[in-house]
């Protein structure tokens, strides 16, 4: 999933200082389950601005609303009775919901209430871990289903380097050595021959600009 972390409450209020009606926008997707930016976090940020914003002699209204998705039209829509009226939203979206929030109510400057991380793993309670990079050309057929770009400090791909030492990295020793996660693994399912495969340097050049992905058997198009 998508991790992300609130931001600080004086960031945002320094976003929002010019304005005196703001809507708090949740997101019921990863941020919920992060914790940073489902119906509970909204509600907790908008009462925290509200006394706030009351202390330095500046009250605000406040509305808060939180749907399933931001980063699905279908849910934006719903927006639509909360937006009527607002000089700014907050969004606790992440990055990409941030975005097409602003895309869909264009007149209203709409700010990050979060800061968007990595892709993530659920380890424990308020723990997630990287586990994915979204490089666009996954190789986990080929290093045990551990992901070095995202697992190994360096994002080699073919590895390790001089520096892991105890199964650690050199860049901290709490970090464990990606490359060393996937020898392991790698040794566990007796496939260590892969290692002798040299992968290839990843092209991450964007010749066409942001990636888009679509699927010609569900676009509208294809079915009529």
């Known amino acids: 999933m998508i991790v992300a972390e609130r931001k600080p409450i004086e960031k945002i209020l320094e976003m929002i200082a010019p304005y005196k009606k703001v809507l708090i926008a949740g997101c019921g997707g990863c941020v919920t389950v992060c914790l ?46 909360q937006a009527e009226g607002v000089e700014a939203i907050v969004s606790l979206a992440c990055g990409i919901g941030i975005q097409y929030l602003g895309e869909r109510y264009s007149s209203i400057p709409v700010f990050p209430g979060v800061n968007t991380l990595f892709l993530g793993a659920n380890l424990d309670v308020g723990k997630w871990a990287e586990r994915c990079f979204a490089c666009g050309d996954c190789v986990l057929d080929k290093t045990g289903g551990i992901c070095p770009i995202a697992r190994c400090s360096k994002s080699l791909l073919n590895g390790p380097c001089g520096g892991s030492q105890y199964g650690k990295c050199e860049v901290s020793k709490d970090v464990d050595c990606g490359w060393q996660l996937i020898y392991d693994r790698l040794k566990e399912l007796g496939q260590l021959d892969k290692l002798k495969e040299i992968i290839p340097p990843k092209n991450w050049l964007r010749e066409k600009g942001p990636r888009t992905l679509v699927r010609e058997d569900l676009t509208l198009e294809s079915r009529n």
């Open 36 to 81: 940073a930016g489902g119906e509970k976090e909204a509600g907790i940020l908008a009462s925290q601005i509200r006394i706030a914003r009351s202390k330095n002699g500046s009250p605000i209204e406040v509305l808060e609303q939180t749907v399933e998705r931001q980063c699905d039209a279908e849910y934006l829509a719903k927006f639509q009775e």
